[in-house]
C-alpha cells in the first residue's frame, strides 16, 4: 500500500506572504507550535480523548449511515524510547462495553482484552509504530533534518480557503504537509493509498482547536474523513507533555513477549487451506473469513470472497493448483459489508463473474469501476484504453439455484438484523448451510442469530445437518436449534 499524507496552510484577505522555501514554511510553522527547542524537546505526550468511529463498510445497507462506536480512553506515546501504551473502554452500537490495554515497545507488542492478555499481531505493532513516526510533532521535525526531501506544492483551497503545501518525501514516510497562514498551524492531512473497495482511498484528516499544552501547541479536535465520509471524530480532553512515564507501564510480560512476531512492514504472505466438509465440499480456510467451495464438475463455484485482494488471490491459486483445468466459474458475495467483499475486485479481475443480493448491486458494480491509480491491477488496464466490459455481476432478489444435480447449490435471501440483503448457500445433498457473520460457530452459538437461521430453515423447508460459518467453526443443526430457543 502506498500512502501520501497532506497538511493544508492558509491566510484569506491577507497580503501575500514573501517567498519562502520548503523549509521556510516547516520552521514557521514549528515556531508557530512553540519552537524548535521545545519541540525537539519533547521526549513524551500523554492524551485523554474520547472518540466516535463511525463503521464505514458496516452500514445496514451500502447506502445507510454507518453506526458509530464510543470510545473513552488515554494513549500514552514515549518517543525517546520508541514505546507507545494506552488504555481504553469501548461501547459498539450492540452496547457491549470492552476494556482494552495496548502496549507497543521494543518491536512487539500486547493486547489486553477485559483482562486477558495476549500478543499484538505484528501488522498492528507496524501501524502503530508507523504513526509514531508520522505524529505532526515528529513529522516536522523530519522535515527540518532533510531538507532535500522537501519541495513546494500547488496552493489549494480547503473549507473556503486558500493553503500552501510542501512535500516530504521519504520512502512509506512521504507526506504533503500544509499550514494556515495566519497561524501557521497544521490544519488538514491528506492521504491516497490503495483500497479494496474504494480502488483509490483518500482520506482526509482535520487538526482543530489548538491550545496550549506546557511550552507546545497542541490540537485538541481530530477528524478524519473517508472519501467525503465522516470516519472518526476524536477530542483530546487533556494533553500533557514530558510527564515522565515509568518504565513498568510498558512492560510485556515474558510469557507474552515470547510468543509475540516482531513488527514487519512487508506484509505476510497469505496461506489458504482447503478443508473437505464433504464429498466434493470444502471450506477455504485461513485466518478469521472463510470461503465454500463447490466442485460442480465442469467449474468449482465459490462462496464468499472476503478481506482483500490477496486473500482473494490466494484462493484462486489454491484452487488452481488443486484442480488444473477447471475454472472458477462464479463467486458469490454473501452482502457487502467490506471485509466480506474486499476480494470481489480480485476476482472479477480474474474474469470470475460476481452473484449478489439485488440492494448490494451498485455497490459491486462500484467496486468494478473503482478508479485504481495507486495500485493498477488487472481490472484497472482492462477498464482502460480497451474499454474491455468486467465479468457479469448478476443480482438475486429472493432465491437462485446454481447447477444441477448432487452439487447444486441454492442460494437464498436471510433476513437478518445484522444487515440488509444477506445471502446464504445451501447444498441439499449434503444438507449443509453456509452462513456469514450472523451466525458463527464457536463454544456458544448466539441466540438472536441462531434464531435467525432456523426461521430461515424452515419458511424454505430446508433440511439442515450443518451450519458451515464464514468464521469460526461447523455447528451441528441441532446445537443451533437449542440455542434459538428461548
Same mark, same amino acid.
Given at each position: ?59 445496514e445497507t451500502p447506502q445507510s449511515q ?45 493486547? /489486553?482484552? @477485559? #483482562? !486477558?492478555?495476549?500478543?499484538? %499481531?505484528?501488522? *498492528?505493532?507496524? =501501524? $502503530? ?95 478524519? /474523513?473517508? @472519501? #467525503? !465520509?465522516?470516519?472518526?471524530? %476524536?477530542?483530546? *480532553?487533556?494533553? =500533557? $507533555? ?51 467451495v463447490v466442485d460442480q464438475g465442469t ?188
Amino acid at each position: 500500500m502506498r500512502a501520501v499524507l497532506c497538511m493544508a496552510v492558509a491566510l484569506v484577505g491577507a497580503a501575500p506572504l514573501p517567498a519562502q522555501t520548503p523549509r521556510d514554511v516547516v520552521a514557521r510553522a514549528v515556531a508557530a507550535m512553540g519552537g524548535e527547542p521545545a519541540l525537539r524537546g519533547l521526549t513524551s505526550v500523554s492524551v485523554d480523548f474520547y472518540t466516535a468511529t463511525f463503521g464505514l463498510g458496516q452500514e445496514e445497507t451500502p447506502q445507510s449511515q454507518a453506526r458509530a462506536n464510543f470510545a473513552v480512553g488515554q494513549t500514552l506515546t514515549d518517543y525517546a524510547g520508541g514505546r507507545q501504551t494506552g488504555t481504553v473502554e469501548l461501547r459498539n452500537p450492540g452496547g457491549v462495553v470492552n476494556r482494552l490495554r495496548r502496549v507497543v515497545a521494543g518491536g512487539i507488542g500486547m493486547l /489486553e482484552t @477485559n #483482562g !486477558r492478555p495476549a500478543p499484538e %499481531s505484528p501488522g *498492528t505493532v507496524t =501501524t $502503530i509504530e508507523g504513526a509514531m513516526r508520522r505524529a505532526l510533532e515528529r513529522l516536522l521535525l523530519a522535515a527540518l533534518d532533510a531538507p532535500t526531501a522537501l519541495r513546494a506544492l500547488p496552493a489549494r483551497t480547503w473549507r473556503g480557503e486558500l493553503h500552501d503545501g510542501v512535500r516530504y518525501a521519504n520512502g512509506p514516510d512521504t507526506v504533503d504537509l500544509y499550514f494556515d497562514r495566519r497561524t501557521a498551524l497544521p490544519v488538514v492531512t491528506e492521504t491516497l493509498s490503495d483500497d479494496p473497495i474504494l480502488g483509490d482511498r483518500h482520506t482526509v484528516s482535520w487538526f482543530t482547536r489548538w491550545q496550549a499544552s506546557g511550552a507546545l501547541l497542541y490540537p485538541r479536535q481530530y477528524d478524519v /474523513e473517508v @472519501n #467525503g !465520509r465522516l470516519q472518526t471524530h %476524536s477530542v483530546f *480532553t487533556a494533553v =500533557t $507533555i514530558n510527564s515522565g512515564l515509568a518504565d513498568s507501564l510498558f512492560a510485556i510480560p515474558d510469557s507474552i513477549a515470547a510468543r509475540a512476531q516482531r513488527s514487519n512492514p512487508t506484509p505476510t504472505p497469505v496461506v489458504v487451506t482447503l478443508v473437505e466438509l464433504s464429498p466434493g465440499i470444502w471450506r477455504a480456510e485461513g485466518g478469521s473469513h472463510h470461503s465454500l467451495v463447490v466442485d460442480q464438475g465442469t467449474r468449482l463455484v465459490v462462496v464468499e470472497g472476503p478481506q482483500s485482494s490477496a486473500r482473494m488471490q490466494a484462493v484462486l491459486d489454491t484452487l488452481r493448483g488443486r484442480f488444473p483445468g477447471k475454472p472458477v466459474g462464479l463467486l458469490i458475495n454473501s452482502h457487502h459489508h467490506w471485509d466480506h467483499s474486499g476480494g470481489l475486485r480480485a476476482a472479477l479481475a480474474a474474469g470470475v463473474p460476481v452473484v449478489t443480493h439485488a440492494r448490494n448491486l451498485a455497490f459491486v458494480r462500484g467496486i468494478a469501476a473503482a478508479r485504481k491509480t495507486v495500485k493498477p491491477d488487472e481490472l484497472a488496464r482492462r477498464l482502460g484504453p480497451a474499454r474491455v466490459r468486467p465479468p457479469a455481476i448478476t443480482a438475486v432478489e429472493d432465491s437462485m439455484v446454481l447447477g444441477t444435480g448432487d452439487q447444486r447449490v441454492v442460494i437464498y435471501r436471510l433476513p437478518t438484523s445484522h444487515v440488509q440483503g444477506m445471502l446464504v448457500a445451501y447444498v441439499p445433498a449434503t444438507r449443509l448451510l453456509f452462513v456469514v457473520d450472523v451466525l458463527s460457530p464457536g463454544p456458544t452459538l448466539p441466540p438472536v442469530g441462531s434464531a435467525e437461521v432456523v426461521a430461515l430453515a424452515r419458511a424454505r423447508g430446508l433440511a439442515v445437518e450443518r451450519v458451515a460459518g464464514g468464521h469460526g467453526g461447523v455447528a451441528n443443526w441441532a446445537d443451533v436449534e437449542r440455542a434459538a430457543t428461548p
